[in-house]
């Protein structure tokens, strides 16, 4: 057995631990497995068995289906991620045109830096849906990542507010 397919064996094991230098050890010996084909003190972690049972194993690259419906999914949810920083893109650049003095004839900012920024949010946003793919997950990855990922994207959108007022402090 090579060290890889005792890593997968012992990381189902009850009997686990991590070592920052070695990596997963077993916590009865402190050290490496030094098993051949199956270990006499192996101990099924229920956690373990429970987790893989809600799993959704990542899709090999030839099962287009299951690649298809997480591009689906993560599509069908793109016109609800633009219309969320259109509205908080109206409401930083409202408080900014309150707070900002600026010459008649002159923008805040240039339009194409909105553009671009656009263009910037909406291929981050396709990256959730590579990340999906290529990542082990489980059924809750996809939903959380377009949380986090849209939280994090209006966070960047109200930067440039946020930096005028505390210059207004």
Known sequence: MTRQEQIQFCKKCLKRKFDFEKGVICSLTNDLA???ESCNDYELDPKITEEEKKKNYKPSRNNFKEILEIIVWWEIRRLIYNAILLVSGIIS???MEAIVEVEPGEDIFMPITLIAFV??????YTLGWIVEIFAEKDEKFGPTLFKYGTFFSMFIIFIP???HLI???
Do not use: Q, V
Request: proline share 0%; aromatic share 12%; net charge positive.
């Open 167 to 169: 210059r207004l402090i």
């Open 34 to 36: 030094k098993f051949e």
């Open 161 to 163: 507010t946020i930096i």
């Open 119 to 124: 263009i910037i949010c909406n291929l981050f």
């Open 93 to 95: 650049l409202a408080i």
